[in-house]
């Protein structure tokens, strides 16, 4: 048996805030430091012990805060999914950034190039036009740019989609003055790890072949990151809501519903008499209309009870046969389904411990779609 | 026939902005301003013949600079969800305003208090406590605040559940010291304007032979805005989605395609050789999970063909069949299903003119969901 010794994070920056959680404004996301960190020295361990290298996707977090503590326990650099969040992250002194991203367009190639310039940046791609605006960024920087070839692995996304189409993309990359061929980059559907082992295999071997240059193979994705199988030819995994994780995550036994870091905490602001139903001052704007898998939109932690029902600034909660269900202005914590999309509505969330408030964190690349 | 006659906005504050959209960085809202300015003077005139008071929703636009607009156009105040939609309105000058909703907890009383001091705000409420928690902020400011009572009409959200409810509540605020009572207020379900018509006439025929006021009656919504059923006792109407409209109000016939004031831009990163799809950059941190009543998350516009799957930062639109699909970097524009939520993922959006861009807009409410 592991034991997990907790280190402190750096926690001064925070801005002020109460001393509970029942004294915060609402709808407010609740961040419990000690789960959060326990899930990334768990993961980070885990991948030490696999030989992988630890890239985590700030896109669940959007905050230098935990991106800084990522790389504290060992990760090797970061991941994003747009160049508005590497951005913010180079900004921070975070300098090794994976954007794992087609880089399309006059105005992204002058941000690339800029960020390029100062930082170790590395982008995705998986067709020639692509490429050919990221080789004009690097150009631009005065420095290659190291590119992996995207492959859809059976996700559906983006990517190449045979070896073949692997290695032509790689021979073109390679050829290109500014860009460094790094290797390969999918991000597998749930459950498909065989499969996508299957399509890495084939075009890394390809590859090898054809005396290009190979030496990263990366994989990703929260559901199986657990899961050893399809592993071997991967040298880097980018999981991003593992931080926090979240409801869909239980559903999937990813983790236990005392790994989820994460709730919405709402206040009740109507029971109507009919009884059926309790509304919460958190919608569509505080918790989403992901559905994931499930048929509702996040449940009551106390109860299970689901969130039936949201309107933009109300919640739905059933309460049929719950004796004592909570009243007009009792609070109560939404476990969410999926936690990314949550933190990104907010400027800020609450770090807890427990019931009592460690500070308010900024969530410092939210919004950053561009 | 009626003429619309175009007023000039005021757009002296707008940030600098590329000439066009097509150098926009994506993915970004367009708002087309002279849509959107036809679908205020259409609906205000419409409120002058019905001689209804024109009280419209900043939920959708969230913005000052919009807000602006339709008080100038002749709406007598505006409707906000949150005590933080109301604080930035109230800072930029704007001093009517309704909180549809129910103010519950210590800090929202503190801040209601802050706001009633100087502003002429107006809650709802539909029970006790949150009557009585207004009236301790009304208490707080020194300054009656005018309480709607609101009724469940059929929408199943908050709300007494009967007229005799209404009453027993309608008496209650009235005996509240710093308490006025304005009247009732109501969210239809959309279709269930004569069944919200029987609920409120008896309900406002109950409080009246009872000797208590009842100017006003408030209804709302924009799917059902331009049918006159069941407005008779109606004195204000709280519309929000109408200023932009969306695919969801096209599909309920409340307006037409060219009645959308806003898209958003989105380019296409990637265009895998299996011939079914193209990636955009929009996925839901740029155009929500909001379904709505539709199976896909927008549809592209000049196609008509569905955005049927979306990750957080991709959106993959179906292209099957399509001659001449989009390439990698052409752009795109997305009919959003539900353009409320939208609006509120960006901090700013591009007002255009056709594809002539006007300039940058702050969206000044964004997030402000406490």
Redesign the interface.
């Known amino acids: 048996m592991i034991e997990w010794k907790m280190r402190e994070m750096d926690l001064s920056d925070l801005k002020r805030a109460p001393s509970t959680i029942w004294?915060?404004?609402?709808?407010?996301p609740l961040v419990d430091v000690d789960v959060a960190c326990r899930n990334l020295e768990r993961w980070q361990r885990r991948c030490e012990q696999l030989g992988i290298a630890n890239r985590p996707h700030i896109?669940t977090h959007k905050m230098v805060l935990w991106a800084n503590e990522q790389l504290r326990l060992g990760a090797l650099g970061i991941t994003v999914?747009?160049l508005g969040e590497a951005e913010v992250m180079a900004r921070a002194g975070i300098t090794d950034i994976f954007v794992t991203?087609?880089i399309?367009?006059?105005?992204?190639v002058k941000r690339l190039a800029r960020l390029a310039r100062s930082n170790e940046i590395k982008v995705t791609a998986?067709?020639r036009?692509?490429c050919r605006?990221t080789a004009h960024a690097a150009a631009r920087a005065g420095r290659a740019i190291g590119v992996f070839v995207e492959c859809?692995t059976g996700g559906?996304?983006?990517?190449?989609?045979s070896p073949e189409?692997a290695l032509e993309l790689a021979r073109f990359i390679d050829g290109q003055r500014f860009l460094e061929l790094e290797g390969l980059m999918t991000f597998p559907a749930n459950g498909s790890r065989i499969a996508s082992a299957e399509f890495l295999s084939k075009s890394q071997d390809l590859l090898l072949a054809a005396g290009l240059p190979c030496n990263a193979v990366s994989s990703g994705g929260s559901t199986d990151m657990w899961s050893a199988e399809g592993l071997e030819r991967v040298t880097e995994y980018r999981a991003g809501t593992y931080i926090f994780n979240d409801r869909s995550l239980v559903d999937s036994n990813s983790c236990s519903l005392d790994d989820c870091a994460v709730t919405v905490l709402a206040?009740?602001?109507?029971?109507?008499?009919?009884g059926d139903?309790i509304?919460l001052?958190?919608?569509?704007?505080?918790l989403?209309?992901?559905?994931r898998n499930f048929n509702d939109y996040g449940i009551e932690l106390a109860s299970g009870n689901p969130v039936y029902?949201l309107?933009?600034?109300?919640g739905?909660l059933d309460v049929r046969g719950w004796e004592g269900a909570p009243?007009?202005?009792d609070m109560v914590r939404i476990l969410p389904n999926h936690v990314?999309?949550v933190i990104?509505?907010?400027?800020e969330v609450a770090l807890v411990r427990g019931e009592e408030v460690v500070g308010m964190a900024t969530v410092d690349a939210?919004?950053k779609?561009?």
Request: charged share 30%; hydrophobic share 25%; with cysteine.
């Open positions: 004294e915060l404004e609402t709808p407010v896109k999914q747009k991203y087609n399309v367009g006059a105005g992204k998986d067709n036009e692509c605006q859809d559906k996304r983006n990517g190449v989609q189409e206040t009740v602001v109507s029971k109507p008499s009919s139903r509304t001052d958190a919608g569509s704007k505080a989403t209309s992901d559905l029902s309107s933009e600034e109300h739905l009243a007009v202005g990314c999309p990104n509505l907010f400027d939210r919004g779609v561009q």
